[in-house]
């Protein structure tokens, strides 16, 4: 199993930067996120209806086709728990006052660590460099 966090998972509809290398990397195995990443997906699909890079009828074809795709089972979607919480707060009672690491961020690296993931792929660089706080290898094909 793969983790994307929301940046790679977006990358998989629109071609951003990198697109190629994360749509080939999705592949080669089980696609994890945490659920919580398929709301951001879809704020990031909104984001950019917002900007003018797509209009209000490929939002709603894309939206459509994410849910279906979410529906056949595309992403296994990690839950929250209370265990995820308890993970990112002690993570968070160790950081170093340097460390930037955002909640949505935390959230993504504390489900996929446990649920047992070595590696997370994203290119946010400051989820990259927080992951190892959380045991976890920052990965980034892009």
């Not at 950019?48 to 795709?69: H, M, P, V, Y």
């Not at 989820?127 to 190892?132: E, F, G, K, Q, V």
């Amino acid at each position: 199993m793969i983790y994307f966090d929301t940046s790679y998972v977006a990358r998989l509809y629109f071609e951003d930067p990198g697109w190629e290398k994360v749509r080939a990397l999705s592949t080669t195995d089980q696609l994890a996120c945490c659920i919580h990443g398929r709301a951001e997906t879809v704020a990031a699909f909104h984001r950019k209806f917002r900007e003018g890079a797509i209009n209000s009828s490929d939002l709603s074809t894309l939206l459509r086709q994410f849910d279906r795709e979410c529906e056949l089972g595309a992403f296994r979607w990690l839950p929250l728990s209370e265990v995820i919480i308890s993970r990112l707060t002690l993570v968070y009672a160790s950081l170093p006052p340097a460390v930037v690491l955002r909640a949505a961020d935390a959230l993504h690296l504390a489900c996929a660590s446990e649920n047992g993931l070595k590696q997370v792929y994203s290119n946010d660089v400051r989820l990259l460099a927080s992951a190892s706080h959380f045991g976890l290898a920052g990965m980034n094909v892009i």
